[in-house]
C-alpha cells in the first residue's frame, strides 16, 4: 500500500551543493507533479509530467531541473542549492482516468534545509 | 495574484461542534474543487471533491458547499473531533486537456479541535 514514495524524507545542503528528490507511485498514474510548502504560500507547482519522457514548468520552476525516464519514477534536481530552495517538498501522482483522475495523491514530503 | 484564498490561517473549535473552513476564488472557469488535510510531517490527503456544476457534496461528517455566485467554497465537519485538528487546504482545478489540468491550492487553515 505505497501510494507514492519519496526519499530523502531529511536533508541538509550547504549553498552551492547539488541534489536529487526521488519520487516513486506505484498506482501506475500517467501525471506526476512536484510541489513545494512555504509558510503562508500554500502549495506552489514546480515542475509536472504528463507521461513518460515528458516534462514541464510550473509556477515556480526557477533553479530546478525534473526527469520522467520511467513512467513510476519522477526526479527533482536542484542543480546548485540556494537558502531560498528551503521548503518542504511534496510529491503527488494521479490517473488519467475519469472522474477519479480528478484527485492527486502526494507523497509525505521531503523536508530540505540549505544552509 | 492568489486566485484561491483561504482567509483564515486558523480556526478553534470545540469538540462535537461544527467546524467551518471558507475558500474563495477570483476565477471562473475552474470545474472542479477539492479539500486536503494535512497532518504535520505527513503528505496531504483527499478529503472530498465537489464538481461546478453541483452545489453540495457530503461524505460522512464532511461537507462542501459551493456557491458559484459568491466564488465561495466552505467545508463543514460536524461533529467536529480533536482527530480533525490538522492544515485543510482548498484546491481548484482548470482544464485544458486533461493532462494539463492547473491545480491551485489555498494557503491553508490551520483547524485546532479543543477536546
Known amino acids: 500500500n505505497a501510494g507514492v514514495t519519496q526519499t530523502p524524507k531529511f536533508r541538509v545542503l550547504k549553498t552551492g551543493q547539488s541534489m536529487t528528490l526521488l519520487c516513486a507511485q506505484d498506482?501506475?498514474?500517467?501525471?506526476m507533479y512536484w510541489y513545494r510548502q512555504d509558510p503562508g504560500m500554500g502549495l506552489r507547482l514546480i515542475h509536472y509530467?504528463?507521461?513518460?519522457?515528458?516534462?514541464a514548468k510550473g509556477e515556480v520552476p526557477d533553479g530546478y531541473n525534473v526527469s520522467r525516464l520511467k513512467k513510476q519514477n519522477f526526479l527533482l534536481g536542484l542543480e546548485s542549492a540556494a537558502p531560498s530552495q528551503t521548503s518542504v517538498y511534496f510529491c503527488?501522482?494521479?490517473?488519467?482516468?475519469?472522474?477519479?483522475?480528478?484527485?492527486?495523491?502526494f507523497g509525505e514530503g521531503s523536508w530540505l534545509t540549505v544552509v | 495574484d492568489q486566485q484561491v484564498k483561504q482567509n483564515s490561517p486558523s480556526l478553534s473549535v470545540q469538540e462535537g461542534r461544527i467546524s467551518i473552513l471558507n475558500c474563495d476564488y477570483t476565477n471562473s472557469m475552474f470545474d472542479y474543487f477539492l479539500w486536503y488535510k494535512k497532518y504535520p510531517a505527513e503528505g496531504p490527503t483527499f478529503l472530498i471533491s465537489i464538481s461546478s456544476i453541483k452545489d453540495k457534496n457530503e461524505d460522512g461528517r464532511f461537507t462542501v458547499f459551493l456557491n458559484k455566485s459568491a466564488k465561495h467554497l466552505s467545508l463543514h465537519i460536524v461533529p467536529s473531533q480533536p482527530g480533525d485538528s490538522a492544515v485543510y487546504f482548498c484546491?481548484?482545478?482548470?482544464?485544458?486537456?486533461?493532462?494539463?489540468?492547473?491545480?491551485?491550492f489555498g494557503t491553508g487553515t490551520r483547524l485546532k479541535v479543543l477536546a
Open positions: 509530467s504528463v507521461g513518460e519522457g515528458t516534462t
Open positions: 503527488a501522482s494521479r490517473s488519467d482516468r475519469f472522474p477519479s483522475g480528478n484527485t492527486i495523491y
Open positions: 498506482m501506475n498514474h500517467e501525471y
Open positions: 484546491a481548484a482545478i482548470t482544464g485544458g486537456t486533461s493532462g494539463t489540468y492547473k491545480y491551485i
